[in-house]
């Protein structure tokens, strides 16, 4: 879906996918709520989100039983690349600089100029060599804008926008990705125009643009890419958490549905993690308890797991899938017993 430029930027800016999430994750949505303004827009604040840098990247085990989790989300130039090679070696450098949440290192080839960088509205004239195929990124000279569009979709497109918010204009760099061992990306950044950082953004544009990347992720989410709803999510959080307490109440939606999302990626620890934000504002939030239920029970936490489950069911004693997932759990629990009681009698007998 093509994301309509946001006027007030102007020139800145759990085993495996199941057929039964694909048929009923529609119906299950909830309608969209309307962002509440918040007086005031201070800087942003580092807190415990329990959000992902690349939410595809998880390597715990796919926890089970698929439709039940996530039965609803919450709401709803002619210049060539050769010749750029061919700068003067006055201004070829070696540096070498690790983006902060490690998900890739980026190698310096032609240092840029100025000490300005693009920021979130920033339309970019850029050069690109080496993008993987299905990356949705263009080879040769593009336009892409920063916190905007589709191409950001996914991980790719991700791990592009960070490097063009660390380069200068005129700047060649290569993204190598840890473990990767396909060749490394190339950019040349041409040029780009004035964007703002986040905490420059009023209110207003802040929510309108967390509106969007939320109804982005919710569609990524009922095409089956759990992975980019789940960047798209995260990006919303960012933007809101960024707003005074306790900030709207749509972030409680956003935790929920990034739970949802993480689950499906194998990442329990990390839904975990949101299901909590949830439960800070709503307690008796019914797909929170079973999302983390469910987390917990991946995480090998059962009386956690437990709980939680019977949190759900004594609201809800008709919850399918709350039941079935009690159920598991019970006889998980039984099986541990057993075989605690069999060391025992080893150890004593």
């Not at 920033?122 to 336009?143: D, H, I, K, Y």
């Not at 299901?275 to 800070?280: A, F, I, M, P, S």
Request: with cysteine.
């Amino acid at each position: 879906m093509e994301t309509p430029p946001v006027s007030p930027l102007g020139e800145k800016d759990i085993s495996h996918p199941q057929r039964q999430w694909e048929r009923n994750s529609q119906e299950n949505l909830d309608s969209t709520t309307q962002f509440r303004q918040q007086p005031g827009d201070p800087p942003a604040a580092a807190s415990e989100q329990g959000l992902s840098p690349d939410p595809a990247s998880g390597n715990a085990e796919t926890p089970h039983n698929t439709e039940n989790l996530v039965a609803g989300l919450e709401g709803d130039s002619d210049r060539s690349h050769e010749s750029a090679r061919e700068i003067p070696g006055s201004r070829q450098a070696s540096d070498v600089w690790y983006c902060p949440d490690g998900s890739f290192v980026k190698k310096i080839i032609i240092r840029g100029h100025g000490s300005d960088k693009p920021k979130l509205g920033s339309r970019c004239r850029v050069l690109a060599f080496g993008c993987p195929f299905g990356s949705e990124l263009p080879e040769g000279w593009t336009e892409l804008t920063v916190g905007i569009g589709p191409w950001r979709d996914e991980s790719w497109g991700e791990l592009v926008e960070k490097c063009l918010e660390s380069m200068c204009q005129g700047e060649e760099a290569e993204l190598q990705l840890p473990g990767h061992s396909g060749p490394p990306v190339r950019l040349t950044l041409d040029s780009f125009t004035q964007g703002r950082d986040s905490w420059e953004l009023e209110t207003s544009e802040k929510e309108a643009l967390a509106r969007e990347e939320r109804a982005r992720g919710t569609e990524l989410f009922r095409a089956g890419n759990a992975a980019g709803a789940a960047r798209c999510y995260g990006r919303a959080l960012r933007l809101l958490l960024t707003l005074p307490p306790p900030g709207p109440p749509e972030r409680t939606v956003l935790h929920a549905n990034l739970a949802a999302c993480q689950l499906l990626l194998g990442q329990p620890q990390l839904a975990a993690q949101n299901c909590d934000r949830v439960l800070e504002r709503e307690p008796g939030h019914l797909k929170a308890l079973y999302r983390r239920g469910v987390a917990q029970a991946a995480l090998g936490n059962l009386e956690k797991a437990t709980a939680d489950l019977k949190k759900v069911l004594a609201v809800d004693p008709k919850n399918r899938a709350a039941q079935e997932e009690l159920g598991k759990v019970v006889i998980e629990r039984k099986r541990q017993d057993a075989g605690l009681a069999q060391g025992l009698r080893k150890m004593f007998g």
